[in-house]
C-alpha cells in the first residue's frame, strides 16, 4: 500500500474503472425496486462552478447509498442546451451556437467525471438535438389538435434600435442589454400552452405532494392565485361600454372612490380626453419600459394619470374619476381595479398622492374610524356603514349579500379569478426548437405533418443581434409550401422557450435511445415518478410549475400514466464567499489582494458581505483547481460536511483543508493496521474496550443511516464517521482484538463511500476484497452491540459539576449512590459535611445535596 494518499491518482484509477465496467449502467430489467435520483441539468456554459459541485455531489450520494440498500438506481445526466447564453456568445465571438454548445458540452462532461459523480452517460442527451426536440414538436401537434396550444396577442419587452424582442434578463434597468437604450411593451402575436385548464389539478395536487418543501408549494399556489369573488360592470358615462373589476372584496363598493386601469388596458383609447391626450400618452410610454415584475412590487412608488372620463358605480350611482395606474397589470383580473382606499392600502397611497376622496364603509368593533386620522387603510373585519340597505351587516355576510343583489340585477355576478396565465412559449429567438407551424393565406395555421418532423433549425444563418430572428430572413427555411392546398406558404420562426425542454427531459431520460415516439411507456412507468429531484428553489414557480403541467400533458395524450413528476423535492442552498472591493478598482480577486491593500493601487481592501459566487463579484473559486489541489474527494466532502444541503454554505479555507486532513487520517488507519487486520474474524462478544469499539462502530452505522435516509443530514452523518475515526485512533488493543478493529475500519469505508467514493473504492480494495465497496452492500448495525454494560454519569454537589463515574447499566439506585458518594474528586467537596439528599436522575446525573 502506497504510505502517501495521492488522491489524483486513486481518483484517476477508479474513474477508468467505473467508465471501463459500465458501473452504473441502469436497467429495467432489473429485479429490484426502483430509485430514480435526479438533479436539475445543467444549461452548458462551459466550466462547473461550486454550486455544481455541491448540487451533484448531494445527489450523488442519495444514488450511491441507495444502489448500496439494494434499489436498481437510475442516475442520468443530460444538458438543457438551449437559450440567450449560446446565442449571445455566438454574436459576440463569432462563431455557432451549436458549436459553441457542443464544445462546452464536451468540457463540462470530463469536469464533471473528474467529481466521480455516479451517472448513467449512457442515457446522456441535450435538449439541442434534433432526435430530442423532434418529440417536443410532435406533443405540441397534438396539444395544438386539443386546442391547448394557440396563438394570440400578447405585450413582449421590444428594442426600437435593435429591432428584436429581449427575454427579461436582457432587459437591464428597463434598458436593452446591447445597445443600452429604453425597452419598451410591444403587442406581438405569440403562442401559448393552456396551462390555466390544469390550473385546479395543479393546485389539488399540490396538497398531496408531502415529500416538497411547503414553501415551494405556498409559493405555487400564491402563483396560482386562486380567489373568490365577484366581476362587476360599472358603466363608463357618456357611453355604451362597460368596464369589468373582479374584486375579492364587494363588501367595500360603496368606498369605491376611483377607478384604476392598466395601461394596456384595451379601452384606454376611447376614454382618454383631449385635454388629457399628452399626459396620457406620456405616462403610457413611461409604464411600457417599466418591468411587469417591478410594477407589481409593494415597494413600487404609486404613479397615474387622470383619463377624463368617469366610471358610474352600479350600487349607489356615483361617478368616479378613471385613473391609468403603474400598479395595475392586464395580465391580472381584468386589468382594472375598483380603488376602495380607506381598506387597500395600495389605493390609500394613491388617493393620497393625488388628492381623491376616501370614505370609510367598514367600522372595526372598537375605535371607531374617522377619514382625517386615517393614516393607513383598513383591511380587517366589522361592520358596513355608508353602505345603504347594507349597513350594520358584517363584513363577510355583506360579500354574500352584495354578491347576490348585484345578480339579481344583471349587474355583477360570483366567480373564480386566477392569478395564473397561460403560459407564453414564442420567442423570437434562433437557437431554441423551431415551432412546427406553417401559414398559409387560404388554410391559415397549419400544423405541419407529423411525417415531416422534426423541422430542424438551420445552421447557415448569420447571427447579428439585430433586427430580429435570423429565421424570419432565412429564406430556405421560410418558404414552403401548404401541406393542404400547395400553395405558397411561410413557416413559423418563432422558436419555444427553452422551459418547454425542460418540462419533459426527466421523461426522455426513461427511454433516451427511443424511436418511435416522445417516450416508451412502458419504461416511462417503470421510472417515473422520480423519487427524488434536487435543484434550487428559484425554480419553484417556473420550471418546477411547468415541468408538473407537461407531465399531466404527456398523460393525457397517453404517452405515460404518472399524475405528477416528482415524489420528492430538495431544494439546496447556494455556495457563498466573502467579497473583496477596492475603492477604485472594484471587485477583486484574492490574487489580487496583498497584504490586505489592492495589488493596482495599494488601497485597502474592504471586505464586503458574504455573497453568491459569481464572476461579477471576484468571490469564485475553481473546481478544477480544488481537485487538482486536494482532490475530488475532498471537494465532495467539503461541500457535503460544512452545512446541511438545504442551507446555504460558507465557502472556508480551513474547512477545505480539515477535510483534506479527515481523509489522509482514514488513508493511515487503513494502511498502519493492514498487517494486523489482515486475517481477521469479526466477533460478537467482546469485553473491554473492543467492546466499546464495538458498539461506537454500531452506534455510528445507526446514526448515519438514519441521517442520510431520508433525512438528508450528511454533515452530521460525516461528523459521527469523524468520531468513529477519533475511536479507531484511541483502540489500545488492536493485537489482541484485531477482528473489532477491522469492522470498525470496514464500517468506515463502506459509511463514507456515497460521500467520497474514490478513497473508499481504493481502501476497499487493499482491505483484501474483490467486488466493489457499492457491491457489498449498506452495513447493517446489531442491535445487541448497541447496548452498554457500562454507563458513564455525571455527579454533581449543590448543583455543580464535580465529577463523573463509570457504573453498570443494571446497577441500581443504592449502588450509584455508593459509588457517587466514594469518588475521589466528590470527596473533595462533601468531606466534613452533611449529606441532606441525593438526587439521581437515571442514566445520566447524580445531585449531592449537602449542607
Request: glycine share 6%; hydrophobic share 40%.
Amino acid at each position: 500500500m502506497e504510505s502517501q494518499y495521492i488522491p489524483q491518482n486513486v481518483e484517476a484509477k477508479w474513474q477508468r474503472v467505473w467508465q471501463d465496467t459500465r458501473a452504473f449502467r441502469a436497467t429495467e430489467e432489473s429485479p429490484k425496486d426502483k430509485y430514480y435520483l435526479l438533479e436539475m441539468f445543467p444549461y452548458p456554459s462551459g466550466r462547473i462552478h461550486m454550486g455544481h459541485v455541491r448540487n451533484y455531489a448531494i445527489g450523488d450520494v442519495v444514488a450511491r447509498f441507495k444502489r448500496m440498500q439494494g434499489f436498481n438506481v437510475l442516475h442520468p445526466m443530460g444538458w438543457d442546451a438551449f437559450g440567450m447564453p449560446a446565442e449571445n456568445a455566438a454574436i459576440e465571438h463569432g462563431t455557432h451556437p451549436a458549436k459553441w454548445t457542443y464544445e462546452n458540452i464536451a468540457s463540462m462532461r470530463e469536469q464533471l467525471k473528474r467529481i466521480g459523480l455516479s451517472y448513467d452517460w449512457e442515457r446522456e442527451f441535450a435538449t439541442c438535438d434534433a432526435d430530442y426536440y423532434r418529440w417536443e414538436q410532435l406533443v405540441f401537434l397534438k396539444m395544438f389538435e386539443r386546442g391547448l396550444a394557440y396563438k394570440k396577442g400578447s405585450s413582449v419587452n421590444w428594442c426600437d434600435d435593435c429591432q428584436t424582442v429581449l427575454a427579461n434578463e436582457q432587459v437591464e434597468d428597463g434598458c436593452c442589454w446591447r445597445c443600452h437604450n429604453l425597452v419598451r411593451q410591444k403587442e406581438l402575436e405569440q403562442w401559448f400552452f393552456k396551462i390555466t385548464d390544469y390550473a385546479d389539478e395543479l393546485l389539488d395536487w399540490a396538497d398531496k405532494l408531502t415529500g416538497w418543501p411547503e414553501r415551494v408549494l405556498a409559493m405555487q399556489r400564491n402563483w396560482i392565485g386562486k380567489s373568490y369573488g365577484c366581476e362587476i360592470e360599472f358603466p363608463i358615462a357618456g357611453q355604451t361600454e362597460k368596464i369589468k373589476v373582479f374584486t375579492t372584496r364587494p363588501d367595500t363598493l360603496f368606498g369605491a372612490t376611483f377607478m384604476s386601469l392598466a395601461p394596456e388596458h384595451p379601452l384606454v383609447p376611447s376614454l382618454v380626453a383631449a385635454a388629457q391626450k399628452q399626459d396620457v400618452e406620456q405616462f403610457v410610454t413611461e409604464v411600457e419600459c417599466q418591468d411587469k415584475m417591478d410594477r407589481t412590487s409593494g415597494d413600487l412608488e404609486k404613479k397615474g394619470v387622470f383619463t377624463g372620463s368617469y366610471a358610474v358605480n352600479p350600487l349607489n350611482g356615483e361617478e368616479i374619476p378613471i385613473f391609468l395606474a403603474n400598479f395595475v397589470l392586464m395580465d391580472y383580473g381584468t386589468g382594472a381595479v375598483m380603488a376602495v382606499p380607506a381598506h387597500d392600502q395600495r389605493d390609500f397611497e394613491f388617493a393620497q398622492k393625488y388628492q381623491l376622496s376616501i370614505r370609510v364603509v367598514i367600522q372595526p368593533e372598537a375605535d371607531p374610524l374617522e377619514v382625517e386620522q386615517l393614516s393607513a387603510a383598513y383591511t380587517g373585519p366589522g361592520k358596513l356603514v355608508n353602505s345603504a340597505q347594507f349597513n350594520g351587516l358584517d363584513n363577510e355576510t355583506a360579500k354574500e349579500k352584495i354578491a347576490e343583489f348585484l345578480d339579481q340585477r344583471a349587474e355583477g355576478k360570483k366567480t373564480v379569478n386566477y392569478r395564473l396565465r397561460d403560459w407564453g412559449v414564442s420567442r423570437q429567438r434562433y437557437w431554441g426548437t423551431p415551432i412546427p407551424i406553417i401559414y398559409c393565406d387560404s388554410c391559415g395555421a397549419v400544423p405541419v405533418p407529423e411525417v415531416d418532423l422534426p423541422v430542424k433549425l438551420p445552421t447557415d444563418v448569420e447571427l447579428t443581434g439585430e433586427g430580429g430572428s435570423p429565421l424570419a430572413r432565412h429564406a430556405a427555411f421560410l418558404q414552403v409550401s401548404c401541406p393542404r392546398c400547395g400553395q405558397a406558404a411561410r413557416r413559423e420562426s418563432d422558436t419555444f422557450d427553452t422551459f418547454v425542454e425542460s418540462s419533459w427531459y426527466f421523461a426522455r431520460f426513461a427511454c433516451p435511445q427511443y424511436s418511435a415516439g416522445p417516450l416508451d411507456k412502458a419504461a416511462a412507468n417503470y421510472w417515473l415518478p422520480v423519487d427524488q429531484y434536487i435543484g434550487g428553489i428559484e425554480h419553484a414557480v417556473m420550471h418546477l410549475l411547468y415541468a408538473r403541467f407537461y407531465t399531466k400533458i404527456l398523460r393525457d395524450l397517453g404517452l405515460l400514466d404518472v399524475d405528477e413528476p416528482f415524489s420528492r423535492l430538495l431544494t439546496q442552498g447556494m455556495v457563498c464567499k466573502e467579497t473583496q472591493r477596492c475603492a477604485v478598482h472594484g471587485w477583486l480577486y484574492p490574487e489580487e489582494v496583498v497584504a490586505g491593500n489592492c495589488h493596482l493601487c495599494g488601497r485597502a481592501v474592504e471586505l464586503g458581505r458574504t455573497e453568491k459566487m459569481s464572476k461579477s463579484k471576484k468571490n469564485v473559486i475553481d473546481p478544477n483547481q480544488l481537485i487538482d489541489q486536494f482532490g475530488a474527494d475532498t471537494a465532495r466532502l467539503f461541500s457535503l460536511f460544512a452545512a446541511p444541503p438545504e442551507k446555504d454554505l460558507e465557502w472556508n479555507e480551513q474547512g477545505v483543508e480539515g477535510c483534506a486532513r479527515f481523509l489522509n487520517r482514514v488513508w493511515r488507519a487503513v494502511g498502519d493496521n493492514l498487517d494486523v487486520i489482515a486475517t481477521a474474524e469479526i466477533p460478537r462478544d467482546v469485553e473491554g474496550d473492543a467492546a466499546d469499539l464495538r458498539r461506537k462502530t454500531h452506534q455510528t452505522i445507526k446514526k448515519v443511516t438514519e441521517d442520510v435516509d431520508g433525512r438528508f443530514h450528511f454533515n452530521t452523518a460525516i461528523a459521527a464517521v469523524m468520531e468513529l475515526v477519533n475511536a479507531v485512533y484511541s483502540f489500545k488493543s488492536q493485537r489482541e482484538n484485531p477482528g473489532v478493529l477491522r469492522e470498525a475500519l470496514e464500517s468506515v469505508v463502506r459509511l463514507l463511500n456515497p460521500f467520497v467514493p474514490h478513497i473508499s473504492e481504493e481502501l476497499w480494495q487493499l482491505l483484501g476484497h474483490q467486488q466493489s465497496v457499492e457491491a457489498s452492500g449498506w452495513p447493517d448495525w446489531d442491535a445487541s452491540a448497541l447496548v452498554a454494560e457500562t454507563i458513564t454519569m455525571v455527579v454533581q454537589v449543590n448543583g455543580k459539576v464535580r465529577g463523573k463515574i463509570s457504573i453498570a447499566v443494571e446497577a441500581e439506585k443504592e449502588q450509584i449512590e455508593k459509588t457517587a458518594l466514594q469518588d475521589q474528586n466528590v470527596q473533595r467537596f462533601i468531606a466534613g459535611k452533611q449529606v441532606r439528599k441525593i438526587i439521581v436522575v437515571p442514566g445520566r446525573l447524580i445531585n449531592i445535596v449537602v449542607a
